[in-house]
């Protein structure tokens, strides 16, 4: 009889976790307004949609002033170029797989969401999007 081989092992662990790993979290299926859009007016809300149930643990959006937005390494070292904008709060810790944030009258500008959400196994999982609001 052959002796199962470290390699078949390893095969075979790859084959049962792969599945479970890609089950586990609940990356974000869309979010609107959508990453890098230019919007003509302010938008009222911002809807999140994951693939499974999560719950949002902080979502932080910043108006980026101009001088900001046009220096990289500026805008990553000086957290005064940017306008944190004051959310409520009562979306947080809610679970499910659509979260709606109201938003106050945004005015014209480039906007950076930042969100950290936990997802029903418990892994946390973040990312960011950004929008514009042009001058009409």
Known sequence: KEKPTMLRHVVFVLIVMFPLKALSHSPLASVNPSDGSNLRISPSSIVMKFKSPAKLIRLDLSL?????????????????????????????????????????????????????????????????FSFQILEE
Do not use: T
């Open 64 to 128: 980026v002033n101009d001088e900001a937005s046009s220096s990289f390494f500026k805008s990553l070292f000086d957290s005064a170029n940017s306008e944190l904008v004051p959310l409520e709060k009562d979306f947080l810790l809610q679970m499910g797989k659509r979260h709606e944030i109201s938003l106050p009258l945004l005015k014209n500008g480039s906007y950076v969401a930042s969100w950290r959400a936990m997802s029903v196994d418990g892994h946390v999982i973040k990312g960011e």
